[in-house]
């Protein structure tokens, strides 16, 4: 009589589409609080069926283990169990299963560890800017009359999961805006600038840069505003050329009458 029983335990960190056997540390890496699923394998590596299986981990509770367990493992037969989503915890985490089973009153075991790194999710920042408070990414934007106060509100948010520092924002018309020594995960900043409104359609673009240690993280948000110039020009304006030929051209056609029914006058009293 041989008896014998066998656990391999697997780790997964995306969403079960493939497994490691992860004995040792650090595992596969995966972003905390996303979900992790552990699989047990048990083997009955004798030549007796085994009964009173029983599993545990060091860690989890595997009451809800799917499928159960069996109450009994013929020779050779497998069993594969998994327990999940379990939320990862930053840092390093082991854990280890326990596999048992009995023949003729005589206890079999093995155990299996499994592995993962829970890494912070990675270093992200976003730009959002505003004119006259109107988040104006495509043009025209709103209407701001020439020569009218123009504020740009620029807000900056750390959207990763790390803290960043050296945050600059700059803007591709009016240069440096401002500098933010450090910001928090999900912290933001609120910068601003005012200025005085031009002619015609206007465009500029906001760009924050932050670090995390020497990672370098950067976004940008584009806006805009528009009036019309102080005076209508060829160039500016081409669909209001008609417009300004059209005075001209019906006082030039008053004169051309005019003139053609003083001719005709003239004629008659000849």
Do not use: C
Not at 16 to 34: E, L
Not at 70 to 95: D, M, Q, R
Not at 150 to 161: D, K
Not at 177 to 202: C, E, K, M, R
């Amino acid at each position: 009589m041989n008896l014998g029983i066998d656990l391999t335990k697997y780790v997964s960190v995306n969403n079960q589409t493939s497994w490691d056997d992860a004995n040792s540390a650090p595992g596969p890496s995966i972003v905390i609080g996303k979900g992790v699923y552990f699989k047990f394998r048990i083997q009955n590596t004798g030549n007796v069926t085994l009964t009173g299986i029983n599993l545990t981990d060091t860690v989890y509770n595997l009451a809800g283990i799917n499928p159960g367990l069996p109450a009994s493992l013929a020779p050779n037969a497998t069993y594969e169990g998994i327990i999940g989503p379990i939320a990862a915890t930053a840092g390093n985490h082991t854990n280890t299963g326990n596999a048992t089973g009995y023949a003729l009153g005589s206890p079999v075991s093995d155990t299996d560890p499994a592995n993962y790194f829970g890494s912070p999710p990675p270093p992200a920042i976003n730009i959002e800017k505003y004119t006259n408070g109107q988040d104006a990414d495509y043009a025209p934007g709103p209407y701001i009359s020439i020569n009218s106060t123009v504020t740009w509100t620029y807000i900056v948010t750390n959207i990763g999961g790390v803290n960043l520092t050296g945050i600059v924002v700059t803007d591709d018309k009016l240069g440096v805006i401002g500098t933010v020594a450090s910001l928090p995960v999900g912290a933001n900043v609120t910068l601003s600038v005012s200025g005085i409104a031009i002619a015609g359609q206007y465009a500029n673009n906001a760009t924050v840069v932050g670090y995390y240690g020497a990672i370098e993280v950067t976004d940008w948000d584009p806006s805009h505003y528009y009036n019309r110039p102080t005076t209508v020009g060829w160039e500016t304006y081409p669909v209001n050329k008609m417009r300004v030929l059209l005075p001209w051209i019906a006082l030039l056609a008053a004169i051309i009458a005019g003139a053609s029914l003083l001719m005709l006058r003239r004629r008659r009293l000849n």
